[in-house]
Antibody
Framework: QVQMVESGGGVVQPGRSLRLSCEAS????????MHWVRQAPGKGLEWLAV????????SYADFVKGRFTISRDNSKNTLYLQMNSLRVEDTAVYFC??????????????WGQGTLVTVSS | QSALTQPASVSGSPEQSITISCTGT?????VSWFQHHPGKAPKLIIS???KRPSGVSSRFSGSKSGNTASLTISGLQAEDEADYYC??????????FGKGTKVTVL
C-alpha cells in the first residue's frame, strides 16, 4: 500500500537549519510530483512547495522562497525539504504528500503522518 | 495567490446536511477537499471539484459555481466532526489551501 514516512523534525534554534525527509513506498515514486505542506499550532494547512516527478522543476510559496529547498532522490524513493534560516513562525507539523494528476486539476491523494519542527531558543 | 476563503466554523445536528463554501478559486482550476482530524494525516475526500476517491462515503459531495466551490456533507454523523480544507491551483506552479472550516456535530 502507498505509504510515506516523514522524519528529521525536532527542536532547533532560530536561524539554524534542518533537513526533513519523506521516504515513500508502495508506488512508483519517480512517477509522481511531490509536495510539502505544513500546519502551525492552532492554524490551518499551508502549502509550501512542489517538485516535479523527475526533479526538473520546483516551485515555492512566496513566504519560504529563498529559505526552503525541495529536492528528491528517485533512486532512494525519498523527498527532502532543506529549511534554512528558521524562524519561530516556522514551528509546525510538516507533511509530505503525493501529487496525482497535473495542474491545474491535480490533487494530493496520499499524505504522510507528519513530523514536528519546533523553532525555539 | 492568497488563501481561499472558507467559513471558520459550521455546525449541524446528526442526519442534517451542511455545506461549506470556498471562494476565490480560479475559473480554470478544480478544487479538492480534505478532511483533517487533529493528529492524523489529512484525507482526500473530493478531487477535481466533485469526484469521490474510492472508499469515501457518498455522503460527501462537491460542486462549483463561478469562483465558489462547495462541499456538502449529507446525513451528518459524529465521525464527520473534523476540520475541512479546500485546495486549488493558484497559478504559476503554486497551490493554495483555504483557511479551513471546523465542523461540529451538535
Amino acid at each position: 500500500q502507498v505509504q510515506m514516512v516523514e522524519s528529521g523534525g525536532g527542536v532547533v534554534q532560530p536561524g539554524r537549519s534542518l533537513r526533513l525527509s519523506c521516504e515513500a513506498s508502495g508506488f512508483t515514486f519517480s512517477g509522481h510530483g511531490m509536495h510539502w505542506v505544513r500546519q502551525a499550532p492552532g492554524k490551518g494547512l499551508e502549502w509550501l512547495a512542489v517538485i516535479w516527478y523527475d526533479g526538473s522543476k520546483e516551485s515555492y510559496a512566496d513566504f519560504v522562497k529563498g529559505r526552503f529547498t525541495i529536492s528528491r532522490d528517485n533512486s532512494k524513493n525519498t523527498l527532502y525539504l532543506q529549511m534554512n534560516s528558521l524562524r519561530v513562525e516556522d514551528t509546525a507539523v510538516y507533511f509530505c504528500a503525493r501529487f496525482l494528476g497535473g495542474d491545474p486539476t491535480g490533487t494530493l491523494d496520499y499524505w504522510g503522518q507528519g513530523t514536528l519542527v519546533t523553532v525555539s531558543s | 495567490q492568497s488563501a481561499l476563503t472558507q467559513p471558520a466554523s459550521v455546525s449541524g445536528s446528526p442526519e442534517q446536511s451542511i455545506t461549506i463554501s470556498c471562494t476565490g478559486t480560479n475559473s480554470y482550476s478544480l478544487v479538492s477537499w480534505f478532511q483533517h482530524h487533529p493528529g492524523k494525516a489529512p484525507k482526500l475526500i473530493i478531487s477535481e471539484g466533485s469526484k469521490r476517491p474510492s472508499g469515501v462515503s457518498s455522503r460527501f459531495s462537491g460542486s462549483k459555481s463561478g469562483n465558489t466551490a462547495s462541499l456538502t456533507i449529507s446525513g451528518l454523523q459524529a465521525e464527520d466532526e473534523a476540520d475541512y480544507y479546500c485546495f486549488s491551483y493558484g497559478g504559476s506552479a503554486t497551490w493554495v489551501f483555504g483557511k479551513g472550516t471546523k465542523v461540529t456535530v451538535l
